[in-house]
């Protein structure tokens, strides 16, 4: 493990290995312990390095990514960022395709981070992302796409990682609350930490999108990550907009803890669960911070679900 | 009665509503209740007697696969969601 005290050789060393801080003002009960797992800390500032460095050093050791190659990847964000940070230390080019309607910070970081970006139409949502990166990389072979969707090496970098540091940093885990994306983090972190303590329920929170978001398209075009298996997830809990940003709002004034709006999803569900039991530990994997968000209208909005249902948030 | 949610995908199938409303004690009553009243929405959400595939059904905000499936009882006061599958969130 890396020691903080010890110079890094790049920062593709310093993913992982991320603080796990206790939440006492947040614990509905005195006997439940909630904690938050700081995946912000990462380099890139999200935990979607883990799986970025995950899936590349894969796709190397297994011969299908060579230098020349060009990373390409559909996302919006964290996972953009994180394989921009990764694909620079390690000399690939990448392009994102991400929605039109993807928050401008987004944007920003990619070009900074150094990627092209393709636009995908926004009414299409992240399903219209995947069906653009999936026609390049069917047109243009120069391309490899790590497509974080179907990779074993994302739920991989969460059983090695995420689940492996929690197991390790705490005697008993009760329950653990995740963001449901890709389903990576839950199916990986779940499948490890079920190895330590064996009746933990591993819990989902996931968004509850709003009408624009889920556009006209019909159920056909629907899509369940290959990498998940719901059949795995003891909870899978719908959060509002407004829900989440309310928990932003508490994780921030009460323990200082700046999250994502993901993380405000997560800490929501995790409080909720936390009622249900008498005594134990709940973990809850805070997937970003907030400064990514700062340009919303929701901080200031009268009506947070109407002010965030235009846009797919994680 | 339980307040039951249509997506934007299925409004077509109920004549533009946002919400009905179905009778039923477990989720699989519910579905069956809506499926006779509104043939096109059960083709859609049904399969064999069972949940289609990109449909997800949540009551009382949890996704009833993670509940009893379509044998989870309904309680009094609580809504019924339907929502496509969409592939996950921002990280796209």
């Known amino acids: ?314 | 009665m339980t307040a039951v949610r249509i997506p934007p995908t299925l409004r077509n199938e109920v004549g533009g509503e946002r919400q009905v409303e179905a009778s039923g004690a477990t989720v699989r009553e519910l579905l069956d209740d809506l499926a006779e009243r509104y043939p096109a929405l059960g083709a859609q959400i049904l399969t064999e007697g069972d949940l289609a595939q990109f449909v997800n059904v949540y009551l009382g905000g949890e996704d009833v696969r993670t509940l009893d499936g379509l044998d989870t009882e309904v309680a009094h006061g609580q809504t019924l969601i339907l929502l496509p599958a969409m592939a996950g969130g921002c990280d796209v």
């Open chain 1, 1 to 314: 493990m890396f020691s903080a005290l010890r110079p890094a050789g790049s920062l593709l060393e310093l993913v992982g290995s991320t603080p796990l801080v206790e939440l006492p003002r947040l614990s509905p009960k005195p006997g439940v312990k909630l904690y938050a797992k700081l995946e912000g800390q990462n380099p890139s500032g999200s935990i979607k390095d883990r799986v970025a460095r995950s899936m590349i050093e894969a796709a190397e050791a297994s011969g299908e990514l060579e230098p020349g190659r060009h990373l390409l990847e559909p996302t919006s964000g964290n996972t953009g960022i994180a394989l921009a940070l990764i694909a620079k230390l390690k000399g690939y080019p990448l392009t994102c395709v991400l929605p039109e309607n993807a928050t401008e910070e987004r944007v920003r970081l990619l070009r900074l981070y150094g990627a092209e970006l393709v636009r995908s139409p926004g009414d299409e949502g992240s399903n219209g992302a995947v069906r653009v990166a999936l026609e390049l990389a069917e047109r243009e072979p120069r391309y490899f796409m790590p497509f974080q969707y179907a990779n074993e090496a994302n739920p991989r970098a969460h059983y090695e990682g995420t689940g492996a540091e929690i197991a390790e940093a705490l005697d008993r885990v009760d329950v653990l609350v995740a963001g449901l994306g890709t389903g990576g983090t839950l199916m990986g972190t779940g499948e490890r930490l079920r190895e330590s303590f064996p009746d933990v329920v591993v819990a989902a929170a996931e968004p509850l999108p709003g009408d624009p978001v889920m556009g006209l398209r019909s159920l056909e075009d629907g899509y369940v990550p290959p990498i998940l298996d719901v059949a795995k997830l003891d909870r899978k809990v719908l959060v509002s907009n407004a829900e989440s940003v309310a928990a932003l709002r508490v994780l921030l004034g009460r323990e200082g803890v700046f999250g994502g709006v993901s993380a405000g999803a997560v800490v929501h569900v995790g409080r909720m669960l936390a009622e249900e039991l008498e005594a134990g530990v709940v973990v809850c994997v805070l997937a970003d911070a907030g400064w990514k968000y700062l340009s919303a209208d929701f901080w200031n909005a009268r009506d947070v679900d109407e002010s965030m249902e235009k846009t797919v948030w994680w």
